[in-house]
C-alpha cells in the first residue's frame, strides 16, 4: 500500500504535466526550430533541393528595401496606434471618473469596442472609409475638401488602418486606466486642491505619475497589440496596400510565406520577429516592472 | 456652468468614440440610400438581415465559431487545470525546466510562426478541422499561470482534510482545488472566449470550406469587395455576429471588467 502512494507521487506530475507539454512541443517550440533551421537555408523553386546558405536570408532581407521600410511602417504604425489609442483611452477614463451619474452605462458603452472581432473592425472601417461609398470618405470631402482615396494613397491608407486599429485597443486601455484612477488615494488630490492647484495642474502633477505604471504596462500591451494582432485589420482594410504602404512586418511573414511561398525568406522574418518578442518581453521584466513603482 | 460642461464633453467624446458602431446598427436597420444620407425618420427594415442572412451559411459559421470555443475553452481548462496543480502542489524533479518550457510559449506568438505551424497542422492531418483550428491554443502559459496562483491560495488544511477523509490526489484536484478556483475559472474563460470568438489569422489560414470556418473568416469573405454587397447589408450581417458577444458583455459586464483588470493579457 505504502509503496503504491510513493509510485503515484514519483509520476503523477509527469503525467498531468504530459498533454500540455506535448501541445507545447507540437505547437510552439517544434515550429519555432523549425522556422530558426528554415532560415538558414535556400530552397529551390519546386522544393525539392534545399542548401544550407548560412546567413544569406537575412543579409537578403536587410539589403532589400521593402523589407526596410516595411520596418519603419511598422515602427510608425506601432507608435501611432499605441500613442492614439492611449491617450484617447485616459482622456475618457478621467471624464469617466469625473463623471458621477450613469457611470456604470458609460463603461459599458465603452467596452463595447472590444467585443467587435479585429476582422470585423477592419470591414466596418473599410465600409465606411470607402473612397465612392463610404460615409467617412463623404464627409472628408464635403466638410474639409479632402480627396480621400486609401486605394491609391499609401499615407490614407496608413492613415486609415492606425485609426482602425487603435479605435479596437481604446477600450482596452480605458479599462486599465479607469481602475487606475479609481484606486487613486482621494486625500492627495484634495490637498492640492485645498492647496489651490488647478485641475489641469493637479493631474499632471499628481495622477499622471501615479498613474504610471499602468501606463508603462499599457504601453508594452499595446506595442505588442499594435506589431503582432493587428493584421486580421489590415487584411480587412487594405490587405497591406497599395504598393506595400501598410504591409507591417507580421503581414510580410504572411504574404512572403503564403501568398509567395518564399519559406526561406519568411522564416527569417519569422526569427527576426521572435527576435523582437524576447526583447520586448525582456525591456519590460527588466525595466518597467522594477523602475516604475509607488 | 462648468459642471455641465465637462460631463457633455466626456459624453461627446465617448459618442464619437462609438460612433462606428452606432452607424452600423443605423446602417442595419436602414435602406442603403437612407443610410448613408441620413435620413432620420426613414422607415426601419429588416430587408438587410434578409439579404445578409440569405448570402451566406451564417448557421453552419455560427456553429463552427460555438464548436470552436467550446472545444478550446475545454481544452484549456482540462490542460490548465493539471499542469497547475502540478506546478502549484506537487514537488517533482525537473521542474523549474518544465516551467521554463511552459514560459517559453510567451515568447513564441503564433502570429509569427504562421507558415510553420501550418505545416505542422498539415503533417498531423488536422487542416481544415474544427480541431485544427483549436489544438494550437490548448496550451496556455497564461491560463497555467492563472490556475497556478489561484491553487496555491487554497488553504493546506482543505487538502489535508480531504485526504484525511479518504481523497486520492486527483480526487482532491476535483473536490477541493477545482471548486475553490471558480472566480479564476470564470474569469479565464471570459477572457478565452471574447478572445477566441474573434480570432481571424490563424483559422484564415487552417480552414478551407464552409463547413469548419467560423463566423470571422466568414464575414470577412462575405464583406470581400467582388462580392458587391452594401453598406446596409454588410451592418446587418456584421450586427448579427457581434449581437451574441455584445449581449455577453452586457451579462457579464462586471466579470468582464473583473476579468481584464485582474488577468491582464490574454
Known amino acids: 500500500m505504502q509503496k503504491r502512494v510513493v509510485f503515484r507521487h514519483r509520476w503523477l506530475p509527469y503525467l498531468l504535466l504530459a498533454p500540455q507539454i506535448a501541445v507545447t512541443l507540437i505547437f510552439f517550440i517544434w515550429p519555432a526550430y523549425q522556422a530558426l533551421e528554415t532560415s538558414f537555408f535556400l530552397e529551390d523553386v519546386f522544393g525539392f533541393n534545399r542548401t544550407f546558405v548560412w546567413f544569406e536570408n537575412f543579409t537578403a532581407l536587410f539589403s532589400d528595401g521593402s523589407y526596410l521600410r516595411s520596418f519603419w511602417t511598422t515602427l510608425i504604425f506601432g507608435l501611432s496606434v499605441t500613442l492614439l489609442s492611449m491617450s484617447t483611452a485616459l482622456a475618457l477614463a478621467v471624464a469617466a471618473n469625473r463623471v458621477l451619474r450613469g457611470k456604470m452605462s458609460y463603461r459599458t458603452f465603452l467596452i463595447w469596442p472590444y467585443a467587435v472581432a479585429p476582422a470585423l473592425a477592419g470591414v466596418l472601417w473599410f465600409f465606411m472609409m470607402n473612397p465612392s461609398l463610404g460615409i467617412v470618405a463623404y464627409m472628408l470631402e464635403s466638410t474639409f475638401g479632402v480627396d480621400w482615396n486609401h486605394y491609391v494613397n499609401g499615407r490614407q491608407a496608413l492613415l486609415m488602418v492606425i485609426v482602425a486599429a487603435a479605435w479596437k485597443q481604446i477600450s482596452y486601455n480605458f479599462l486599465f486606466f479607469l481602475a487606475g484612477l479609481q484606486s487613486m488615494p482621494k486625500s492627495l488630490i484634495e490637498a492640492a486642491a485645498i492647496d489651490g492647484a488647478s485641475p489641469a495642474r493637479r493631474f499632471w502633477t499628481i495622477c499622471f505619475p501615479l498613474l504610471s505604471p499602468t501606463t508603462f504596462f499599457l504601453l508594452v500591451v499595446n506595442l505588442v497589440y499594435a506589431f503582432f494582432d493587428t493584421f486580421a485589420i489590415i487584411h480587412a482594410t487594405t490587405s497591406g496596400g497599395p504598393a506595400d504602404a501598410t504591409a507591417i512586418l507580421v503581414y510580410k511573414v504572411y504574404s512572403t510565406g503564403f501568398v509567395g511561398q518564399d519559406y526561406g525568406s519568411s522564416a527569417a522574418q519569422s526569427v527576426i520577429l521572435m527576435a523582437l518578442v524576447i526583447a520586448m518581453t525582456v525591456v519590460q521584466f527588466r525595466f518597467v516592472e522594477r523602475k516604475v513603482q509607488y | ?266
Open chain 2, 1 to 266: 456652468m462648468i459642471r455641465y460642461i465637462e460631463p457633455a464633453a466626456a459624453v461627446l467624446l465617448a459618442l464619437l468614440w462609438i460612433s462606428p458602431l452606432v452607424f452600423a446598427f443605423w446602417a442595419a436597420f436602414h435602406d442603403v440610400s437612407d443610410a448613408v444620407n441620413f435620413r432620420l425618420t426613414a422607415p426601419l427594415t429588416l430587408e438587410n438581415f434578409r439579404t445578409a442572412w440569405a448570402g451566406a451559411p451564417w448557421l453552419r459559421y455560427f456553429l463552427n465559431t460555438f464548436m470552436l470555443v467550446s472545444l478550446i475553452l475545454a481544452g484549456q481548462f482540462l490542460l490548465c487545470t493539471l499542469a497547475g496543480y502540478a506546478f502549484a502542489q506537487t514537488e517533482f524533479r525537473g521542474r523549474d525546466v518544465l516551467f521554463i518550457l511552459v514560459l517559453m510559449q510567451l515568447f513564441i506568438l503564433p502570429e509569427v510562426l504562421i507558415v510553420e505551424n501550418y505545416q505542422v497542422a498539415a503533417s498531423l492531418g488536422l487542416l481544415d478541422s474544427i480541431m485544427g483550428i483549436g489544438a494550437p491554443y490548448m496550451a496556455s502559459a497564461f491560463g497555467i499561470f492563472l490556475m497556478r496562483q489561484a491553487f496555491k491560495s487554497v488553504p493546506k488544511d482543505l487538502d489535508e482534510a480531504a485526504r484525511v477523509e479518504g481523497c486520492g490526489t486527483l480526487g482532491v484536484l476535483w473536490r477541493v482545488y477545482v471548486p475553490a478556483a471558480r472566480p479564476t475559472y470564470l474569469a479565464y474563460a471570459l477572457v478565452s472566449v471574447a478572445s477566441h470568438w474573434n480570432n481571424f489569422l490563424w483559422p484564415l489560414i487552417v480552414t478551407n470550406s464552409p463547413s469548419t470556418r467560423p463566423l470571422t473568416v466568414g464575414l470577412s469573405l462575405f464583406g470581400a469587395p467582388e462580392n458587391g454587397v452594401d453598406i446596409s447589408v454588410i451592418s446587418a450581417a456584421t450586427v448579427m455576429v457581434i449581437a451574441p458577444l455584445l449581449i455577453g458583455f452586457l451579462i457579464f459586464q462586471r466579470q468582464f471588467v473583473q476579468a481584464f483588470l485582474t488577468a491582464g493579457v490574454k
